[in-house]
Every structure is written in C-alpha cells, then in structure tokens.
C-alpha cells in the first residue's frame, strides 16, 4: 500500500521545487568519471533489488523506493549529500529531478544517462469475461486506457457486464515507484492518445478520469498483478502493470495481458550522480545485471527472454511514449491529489 502523505509531499517538492538552494559547491571528492568498483554506491528501486543483488559483491548496493531517491535528489546540495553515485532507474526519473532542481534554480546534479540497459512495456492485464463485456459495451471495442478510465468506479450493470459483479476496480502499480511512474504516464499516455501531452492539458476533466482509475489505489499491493490473481476479479477487474511484473499472468487462461496504444515502455537506465559517468556507463554495461535484469522479464538487448515475454511483441516503439520529466511530475502531483 502506498503512503500517500508521504509521496504527496515529495512530489509537492518535485513540481513546486520551492526550496531554492544557495549556489553549490563542487569539492572535487566525488567519484568522477572512474569506473564503478568497491567505492561505488548504487541506488536501486526496490522493485528491481533482486536483480540488483548480483552486483552487492562489487559495491554498495542501496535499495529504497524511486520517490525517496528522487526527492533526496531534488533537495540535496551536491553529489557528497547525496551520499550515492549511480542510480537505477526508467529515463524519466533522471528527467523529473533534473526539471525539478532547475524549477529551483539548483546546479545540475543528474548526469546524462547511460545507454538502455532494458526496456519493459506497459501492459493492461484484464479477466476475459470482463474485457468481453466491456468490448460489447462501454467501450464497443478493443479495451484501451481511456474507456477502461471511463467505466472505472463505475457498476458493471452499467458499462456491459453483470450486476453481481459490483464496481469496476482498477489496480495501478504505485507510481510512486520507479516502474509505476511509466505505468502511470502510458495510461495517461492512452487517454490522450499520444504522449504529447503537457501539465495544462491535465484538465478537469482529466482530473475525474484519474481519480475514477485510481479509486481503489488506497488498497493497492505492491504487486498488483499478483494480487488480481490471487484474490478475484472481485478486488480489481483489471490492473496496469509492466510486462516485466505480469510474466505470472501470461499462461492463465481466465485473464489476457494487453499492449495498449500508444505502447510506452519503461527504458532502464543508469543515471551518473555528480560526474559519476564513467561509474554509470560500466553499471549499464555489466553482463550480471543484464542477465538478472532479463530473467526478471526485462527485454535486453542480447539476452534470451523470460517466459511469458510476448514473442510477438518483437519491435519496441523507438521512444518509450511518455511525456518530459517535468509533466510526469505534474501527473504524479495530481494523482497524488485525487487518490489521497
């Protein structure tokens, strides 16, 4: 479950960015261009610690969740605060605390990214009886992210499906993790039909679709995927999700794991803190990590897929189809709102 008041807060830091920091000071100890080795810290999103725990005898891996990293990021008055050189993480976090600290006229801290280590798309996984009701109803077709937000909190008898089976709950991945963030935006990305999009298109209007696709949120797991199977399509009808976290829902015949357009996909990236560059370029490359990135269901270039990784999904879009760090930031402000 989500600690809302906790990521209401970061994510007030993120977009208003109000705490202005006196000028930074640069006092060279940093890790600089080196390679990563004994003296490296890498912070890792907790979703992805297991994966990460391949590198634990090469340096100090430090697992917390995206949202702490971003806001200590945000905040922090140089490279030494924040205590890391490296952090793993899709390419709109770099983006979202990059914005975030020129909004409060802060020096740069976030390095360029590395090169994609793994790419994972954003998938709606749905009970087949439930998407046959809503392709015959509401949405008179395909099951997609907008019509799914307009039946959602809404009774089935409404929208196409039987009154015995109560509301339309939808389960997210809790955006306030470094995965859930991508999950978020490709909704977003589906209701508006392209990911350019920006913070003053977040509209009323919007702002109801949202909080009716989040109102089960306060009851989400951290595993949503897992959730929706283990206990019925009585605590969510369907779940947005990545790929990468719906690999158990692959071989189930009761349910059916979909590609929305526009496909966004979360890019798994290594971002150098302070001049951590050479650090995040030899993380990125590490063949360990690749490996466990790919056994957990992340696409890796080179690396054999994990069952339930959709063959005929071969070509990933070219960009993930999200929006700039700055709007993802608004999004997760606002989500945030309508779901705390």
């Known amino acids: 479950m989500k600690a809302v008041a906790a990521l209401g807060a970061a994510v007030g830091l993120i977009v208003a960015a109000i705490l ?3 000028a930074l000071e640069d006092d060279g100890d940093s890790a600089g261009g080196s390679s990563a080795g004994r003296g490296t810290t890498l912070v890792c999103p907790t979703e992805l610690a297991a994966a990460c ?9 430090r697992v917390e969740a995206a949202w702490v990293t971003a806001d200590g990021l945000i905040t922090a008055a140089g490279a030494d605060e924040a205590d890391a050189d490296v952090w793993l993480a899709p390419v709109p976090w770099a983006a979202l605390v990059a914005d975030a600290r020129e909004r409060a006229g802060a020096t740069a801290l ?4 590395s090169a994609v280590i793994g790419r994972s798309p954003v998938v709606l996984v749905i009970w087949n009886d439930r998407a046959a009701a809503l392709e015959a109803g509401a949405c008179g077709g395909p099951v997609g992210w907008r019509c799914l937000g307009d039946a959602a909190d809404r009774p089935w ?11 339309v709950n939808i389960g997210l991945t809790d955006p306030g993790t470094a995965t859930g963030l991508v ?18 298109d977040l509209d009323a209007e919007f702002s109801g679709w949202l909080g009716a696709l989040g109102a089960k949120a306060d009851t989400s797991a951290a595993d949503v995927v897992n959730e929706m199977l283990t206990r019925g399509p009585g605590q969510f009808s369907a779940v947005g999700a990545l790929e990468a976290d719906a690999l158990g829902a692959a ?24 001049d951590a560059e050479g650090a995040a370029g030899d993380i990125a490359g590490n063949d ?19 069952a339930g990784v959709d063959p ?8 993930d189809a999200l929006p700039g760090g700055g709007v993802l930031g608004a999004l997760l402000a606002l989500w945030s709102e309508v779901t705390g």
Do not use: C, K
């Open 20 to 22: 202005a920091r006196d």
């Open 53 to 61: 725990a391949v590198l634990e005898d090469d340096m100090t891996v």
């Open 110 to 113: 976030v390095g360029e990214p």
């Open 157 to 167: 008898d409404t929208v196409g499906g039987q009154s015995a089976w109560g509301r």
């Open 183 to 200: 999950v978020l935006g490709g909704a977003t990305s589906g209701y508006f039909d392209t990911a350019d999009y920006a913070a003053n």
């Open 251 to 274: 071989d189930r015949d009761s349910v059916r794991v979909t590609y929305p357009a526009p496909v966004a996909t979360a890019d798994l990236v290594a971002i150098p803190i302070g």
């Open 288 to 306: 360990a990590l690749r490996r466990a990135l790919a056994d957990a269901g992340w696409r890796v270039d080179g690396e054999s897929p994990a």
């Open 312 to 319: 005929e999904l071969q070509a990933l879009p070219a960009d």
